[in-house]
Each structure stands twice: as C-alpha cells, then as structure tokens.
C-alpha cells in the first residue's frame, strides 16, 4: 500500500495572473500601501489611466509565424506578424522616403519568398504523390523526352 505523501514547509510565492490578464489594478496593487494611501481619488485615476494606455494589448493576428533556428554556436528566434496596426499615435519622427520605399521593397521579397517556399512543398508533395501512385505522365525519363525534342524530326 503506497504511504500518503507529506508536502515539506516551502514558501510559495503568490501565484500572478498571466501577463495577458494583468491589468492596471494588478500593477497598482504592487505599490507599497503606505504610499498608496497618500494618492487621493484623482491621482489614482491618473496613474489607472497611465497603465491603462501603457499595457500592450493583443490584437488578431493574420499571420503569427514563431520557429527557431538553432545553429551550433547561437540560436535565433523568428517572429513573423501580420495585423493590423494598432498603436497608438504616429511615430515621434517622421520617416525618410528611401525607409518606406525599403519596406515596400523588403515586405515583396519576403512575400515572394514565402510564395516560392510554398509552391516548391506544393509540387515537390504533388509529385511524392504522383510517384507513390505509380502515376507515369511521360514514357521514360524527362531528360529522354527533352533529348527527343531537341533532335531534328527527319
């Protein structure tokens, strides 16, 4: 018969909301009472308000695309997002147009890229398939049916 187990005295720590359900009173809660007391009603609406704005917020994502790679050495962590733009307010400084035209440029390379990366899988596992089925679209190898086209017909 297996003997009840007895838990040893540890000291626990008080378990924390994830980060995405913390909100404003989670962080004001953390300062320390006695100060805490001395904020009257507006000063506390204040600072909520503060931590309210500063707390990033998720928004849908269309693409949400997270691998690493790991090399010998070091290892690097990708993240790709796609959504819409949420921040608030522009940017303290204003872009120069050879930025903006990089970014057009860099966001069709990588949208090419990723198109050329799917359609490649797409045929490589449509002829995986064709093969696993015994499927034969030409009679003999594509290097002889090239080498027929490239000879003179008589």
């Given at each position: ?135 034969d679209l030409f009679p003999g190898h594509v290097t002889e049916q090239l080498q027929k086209l490239d000879q003179p017909k008589k």
């Amino acid at each position: 018969m297996k003997e009840p187990e007895t838990s040893s005295p540890t000291t626990e720590q008080p378990s924390l909301p994830s980060y995405a359900l913390r909100d404003a009173s989670h962080y004001i809660n953390q300062i320390d009472p006695a100060v805490l007391a001395r904020f009257d009603p507006e000063q506390l609406e204040a600072v909520r308000a503060v931590l309210d704005r500063a707390i990033p917020r998720p928004s849908p994502k269309i693409v949400d695309l997270r691998f690493m790679v790991d090399l010998v050495i070091v290892r690097f962590y990708i993240v790709l997002f796609v959504g819409k733009d949420r921040r608030y307010g522009d940017r303290q400084y204003p872009l120069p147009k050879v930025t903006k035209f990089a970014n057009i440029i860099a966001a069709i390379l990588l949208l090419l890229a990723v198109n050329l990366a799917i359609s490649a899988f797409v045929l490589l596992l449509a002829y995986l398939v064709k093969s696993g089925l015994g499927i034969d679209l030409f009679p003999g190898h594509v290097t002889e049916q090239l080498q027929k086209l490239d000879q003179p017909k008589k």
